[in-house]
């Protein structure tokens, strides 16, 4: 049995998104899991879009290998219910699987199963979480992370990609594939993929550097160095460099860094190219240097990303 904890003002794609992957896969199995909505209070539960799910009381039961908490404006009100702490505790004690989608972090933060864990949430509450919980390993920029038995993911759409990745643990990769294709999906993407692109991020809507950035990225086959980033954008290399960085929040190298990885990890999983081709396209050059900087961003190799592609 699956059990999905819902909350007044919960996000309805949080709980909607698992649940369709979770009975499409189950379909492909012919091994159906039960699914049940489960809520601290009984009865019809109001999500954030105003559209109501129906629930039952929070119940122990051993059948349940599954426990996902839903993410949503209302969960500040669900982390501190204590009835709804002592649930989860009580799950995860008996060795069920437990799992958030978003926000839902924090409600297995307060209920302390992430002290001293890896996890993520919505890349918008990465700030509030480290103040809040900074005995937590947070890594914002996964799409879900597994520490153990306890999963956590990233906001709405991450729901999904976490469920695939149950449903290959507990059925196989072929099952979460079919599930993918089903649920048309343009790929199964891994964890350690980023919750943003690294172009967004690094420019403001009206920076001074974003023209300068673009050009970067349709230039990574160049050496770009400093020198050659400051002559592109006008400036001396040390009022660049400054600059910069009082911008964007980075260094200009670690910006190039950041963007030949986005391009490369694009082009690894859409395509056949040779790895050693994606490197020099990307401007890596040495395949080994490309391989330490995924491993660096996703925990695994540009090979890895590529056969979790293919497998969708």
């Known amino acids: 049995m699956i059990g999905v904890l819902i909350y007044p003002d919960f996000q309805l794609l949080d709980v909607a ?6 009975e499409i896969a189950g379909r492909y199995a012919r091994d159906r899991a039960s699914i049940r909505i489960m809520a601290a209070e009984a009865g019809a ?3 954030s879009s105003g559209v109501e799910m129906l629930a039952r009381s929070l119940r122990h039961d051993r059948s ?31 060795g069920c699987r437990v799992a958030s989608v978003c926000s839902g972090a924090y409600v297995l933060a307060e209920a302390g199963l992430l002290d001293g864990r890896r996890a993520t949430t919505h890349w918008g509450r990465t700030r509030d979480f480290r103040r809040r919980f900074p005995q937590v390993r947070l890594e914002p920029e996964r799409i879900f992370v597994r520490d153990g038995e306890v999963w956590t993911s990233a906001g709405i759409s991450a729901g999904i990609d976490l469920a695939l990745a149950i449903i290959a643990d507990d059925y196989s990769d072929a099952i979460a594939r079919d599930t993918a294709r089903q649920l048309v999906l343009a790929q199964r993407r891994s964890g350690g993929q980023s919750q943003f692109s690294s172009l967004l991020e690094l420019q403001e809507p009206s920076g001074r550097f974003a023209a300068l950035l673009e050009w970067v990225r349709q230039h990574l086959d160049l050496p770009l160095t400093v020198e050659q980033l400051a002559e592109q954008a006008g400036m001396s290399s040390r009022h660049f460099t400054r600059a910069f960085i009082a ?6 190298a670690k910006a190039v860094e950041r963007l030949r990885i986005e391009v490369a990890r694009g082009r690894i999983q859409a395509s056949a190219e040779p790895i050693e081709g994606v490197a020099r396209a990307t401007g890596f050059g040495d395949p080994e240097r490309m391989r330490r900087a995924f491993i660096r961003t996703f925990g695994q190799p540009p090979q890895a990303l590529r056969r979790v592609a293919r497998a969708v």
């Open 247 to 252: 911008e964007t929040g980075t260094t200009p």
């Open 17 to 22: 998104g698992p649940i369709a992957a979770f």
């Open 45 to 47: 539960v109001r999500s």
């Open 64 to 94: 349940m290998r599954t426990l996902i908490i839903s993410g949503g404006e209302g969960v500040g009100g669900a982390a501190s219910c204590s009835k709804t702490r002592e649930f989860v505790r009580a799950a995860a004690a008996r």
